[in-house]
């Protein structure tokens, strides 16, 4: 990807990456695993910084809140600490004002790792105190949490100074809580998501203030997160402040705690891309992640995306198609040894979510085509 990012470089200059949602630790029990060292060095790569939180500590956050804490300390300033509360395990407010007066800057929920909602009364002190302080909540927004864009809509009215950020594109609620967004200006979204189409529609629809760049790191690389958040964000039509915004601007400004800024209103869905052709790459590409996310080899999926980019030389679909295949290439020599990723995945599934998101942005210019050298 890191081509990807110098291209983007030349359309929108003065790119300053802060990856909203990453994690360090090495007790989750789903496998993954990251150090501070492993965190910072992937920021490097493009001179990026992230709010970093831990990971799931199935005995609880106090140890791990510290440990996140040091760790930022010592990363000269490309981290901002968040301390994870467990409503069930700890006093969330003694715990936040604890960590906060240690150095966090924001504060981390899991309701579907810890098996809570929003308005659990355990948390409403802590809110309060985030509204006081003007701080960032970041909250995890896939799958499986009953109510929560409802009750994220109750928090951001009754607290106005807390900023409320929905991970993963908002995903549980998006096909509605993106109407409901205009009026809730302190309600924010990331997007640390791997398909196009949910990232796309939250571009498309919620206003581009209140959106923030994000990977989910280690479970995404904060340098496919800044390429495939800023080719979205072009893709949609939105310009490059909006962009320069979204991929860090607005985030530093939450954390910081100034007022954030207007962007204006969201742009629509007329941009999004359905080419005829680019549409078989993007679904055999789709079926193959499926596949992958399965520990199925999709290895006749794949055969089927490389016969999919056989569109001809002088195709207009050309350009995007060699740079899909050269991906497939690099994962047929790809070794995950030492990757950190847990063995129930396919290997080099990355690659192929990367070709899916760029098939879906196939009107942002293109870095230039070398391909790797055998072997």
């Not at 003694?94 to 790792?113: D, F």
């Amino acid at each position: 990807m890191l081509p990807w990012f110098e291209r983007l470089g030349e359309t929108v200059p003065d790119l300053e990456p802060l990856d909203a949602h990453t994690h360090i630790g090495s007790n989750d029990p789903d496998g993954f695993s990251c150090s501070r060292e492993q965190l910072v060095g992937a920021l490097e790569r493009i001179d990026a910084r992230a709010f970093v939180f831990p990971m799931h500590e199935p005995d609880g956050y106090r140890a791990a809140n510290d440990m996140v804490i040091d760790e930022a300390a010592a990363s000269d300033g490309r981290l901002f600490p968040f301390c994870r509360l467990d409503p069930h395990s700890e006093d969330p407010l003694a715990e936040a004002e604890r960590a906060l007066g240690r150095g966090a800057r924001g504060i981390k929920l899991h309701p579907r790792a810890e098996r809570f909602a929003l308005d659990h009364p355990g948390l409403e002190r802590a809110l309060a105190l985030a509204d006081e302080r003007r701080l960032p909540v970041l909250v995890h927004a896939g799958r499986g949490i009953p109510a929560l864009g409802r009750h994220a809509l109750e928090v951001t009215a009754r607290h106005p100074g807390l900023r409320l950020i929905l991970a993963h594109a908002g995903i549980s609620d998006l096909s509605w809580i993106w109407r409901e967004a205009p009026e809730h200006p302190n309600l924010f979204f990331d997007t640390s998501w791997w398909a196009p189409a949910d990232v796309q529609a939250l571009i498309a629809l919620v206003p581009p203030g209140q959106i923030l760049m994000a990977s989910d790191a280690p479970y995404g690389s904060p340098t496919w997160a800044a390429v495939m958040t800023t080719r979205n964000a072009l893709q949609l039509g939105l310009g490059a402040d909006a962009a320069r915004a979204i991929a860090g601007g607005q985030a530093l400004r939450i954390v910081s705690g100034e007022e954030p800024l207007d962007l204006g209103a969201p742009p629509g869905g007329e941009r999004v891309a359905h080419d005829p052709l680019l549409e078989r790459v993007y679904s055999f590409l789709l079926s193959a992640i499926g596949q992958a996310f399965n520990g199925v080899e999709p290895t006749e999926t794949l055969a089927l995306v490389r016969l999919a980019c056989d569109v001809g030389d002088e195709a207009p679909q050309a350009p995007i198609c060699r740079w899909v295949v050269e991906l497939l290439d690099q994962r047929d020599s790809y070794s995950p040894d030492g990757d950190g990723r847990p063995p129930h995945l396919a290997p080099g599934l990355h690659f192929v979510v990367g070709a899916l998101g760029i098939v879906r942005t196939p009107d942002v210019p293109l870095p230039e085509f070398h391909a790797a050298a055998a072997g």
